[in-house]
């Protein structure tokens, strides 16, 4: 198995306020300790894309353990 040397320690995620954690846990897809290189960071922003409150994400490494996660959300249409 390839060794990718510095694993994921730390997330940040900013931005979020109307978009479910659970949602971003899952579109994320990342563990804390997997190989920090390894992590798509494309397929990472395009799943929270996918998410209907997410209109724009930004995925960064900041090696060598973390992730910095920015979401732009969607503005809600009206207020029922």
Sequence with gaps: TPRFGSRLHTT????????PMA???KALGIETGQPILAIPLEEVRARLEQLPTVKHATVERALPSTLHVQLIEREPVAVW
């Design 23 to 25: 949602e971003v846990e």
């Design 12 to 19: 940040y995620l900013e931005g979020r306020s109307r978009t």
